[in-house]
């Protein structure tokens, strides 16, 4: 796949090529196309080759990245092929890349696989406190579980009134005569709850 920008400045014909490949996996059992290698021309010529790295998908499937670079800061997905050639003097880099060599039906990308990592910073940020929420829900319910019942210190020990057994030989003293004014009373010795005026 070539794209040709002519002439830019100095450089005459200025071509970018990319060499792209297709491979058949027996265990997603599908076709997958990779980006083998890009390469510079001007001039006629071959002036940089950069090795590809990770920038494969489904052959059905477009890839798509938002940066894609020989740059380290951008995780450098493109290597120079060789440290003899003029490809160390390039810096190469694809803002919103998207590409698809292969099953392009009616000059539209197909549904892109992106490049995004499964372990971005985010990510990895969320599975560290889901397992720091997993662990304080586990110990919970150990807690929980383990949990003696209180009800036997705390159980109300209150017993129905006592009343002693009266015995006959003691009706005699139960009761005792008031002096009051000339109204005669009586009071109960046991139990002083009130008293009883005849």
């Known amino acids: 796949l070539s794209l040709k920008f002519g002439d830019i400045g100095n450089l005459k014909g200025l071509v970018i090529r990319f060499l792209l490949t297709t491979s058949y996996y027996q ?3 599908q076709n ?4 083998h290698r890009l390469q510079l021309l001007y001039n006629h010529s071959v002036q940089a080759t950069f090795n590809a790295t990770r920038i494969h998908a489904p052959a059905t499937y477009s890839y798509h990245c938002d940066h894609v670079s020989s740059l ?3 995780d450098a997905l493109l290597i120079p092929s060789s440290a003899n050639d003029l490809s160390q003097l390039w810096e190469v880099t694809f803002i919103d890349f998207q590409i698809q060599g292969f099953n392009v039906q009616e000059g539209h990308f197909a549904y892109a696989k992106d490049c ?4 971005s ?3 990895l940020m969320g599975l560290v406190m889901s397992l720091i929420l997993l662990l304080v829900l586990a110990y919970a319910l150990h807690m929980l579980i383990h949990l003696k019942s209180l009800d036997r210190h705390y159980e109300c020990k209150a017993s129905p009134a006592y009343f ?3 015995k006959d030989n003691d009706m005699g003293d139960e009761k005792e005569p008031l002096r009051n004014s000339g ?3 009586y009071e109960l010795r046991n139990k002083p709850f009130g008293k009883i005026y005849i």
Do not use: C, D, G, K
């Open 183 to 185: 109204n005669e009373s």
């Open 121 to 123: 910073p985010a990510i």
């Open 116 to 119: 995004a990592s499964f372990f």
């Open 164 to 166: 002693a057994q009266m």
């Open 72 to 74: 380290q800061r951008y």
């Open 32 to 35: 997958w196309f990779s980006l």
């Open 27 to 29: 265990l997603s059992v």
